[in-house]
């Protein structure tokens, strides 16, 4: 879904709908809409501009595919499994994201501590 992955990427970029919808010169209103599956048609015009500010491509906005390959690499199944015990236990993207943060955090600490 178009207004998933424009959910998600705005959330990694750490941007509120209505940050986005400035710097992409669209309508707050109808970007919360599409995010949120009310509205799934939109405009290559409000993709191209919503595609610049997330960093991304129209193409990866409009793939069907539900499982994103990461680049060239390829999970090895112990990857898998980890991913899916995470899940059966309870952890969602967004804990993920925060858990990714908090990593970023603590290797910018030990800079600091170095300096």
């Not at 009310?38 to 500010?53: D, E, G, I, R, Y």
């Not at 994103?68 to 499994?81: A, R």
């Amino acid at each position: 879904m178009i207004g998933k992955r424009i959910k998600r990427l705005r959330q990694e970029k750490g941007y509120s709908i209505t940050e986005l919808g400035r710097l992409a010169d669209v309508s707050k209103s109808y970007l919360s809409q599409l995010e949120r599956g009310l509205q799934t048609n939109p405009s290559l015009q409000f993709l191209v501009k919503v595609s610049k500010p997330l960093d991304t491509s129209i193409d990866f906005l409009l793939q069907e595919s539900k499982v994103l390959k990461c680049g060239d690499t390829e999970l090895d199944e112990e990857w898998k499994v980890l991913i899916r015990q995470a899940i059966e236990d309870g952890l969602k993207k967004e804990d993920f994201h925060d858990y990714r943060k908090y990593i970023k955090f603590q290797e910018w600490m030990k800079v600091q501590k170095k300096s």
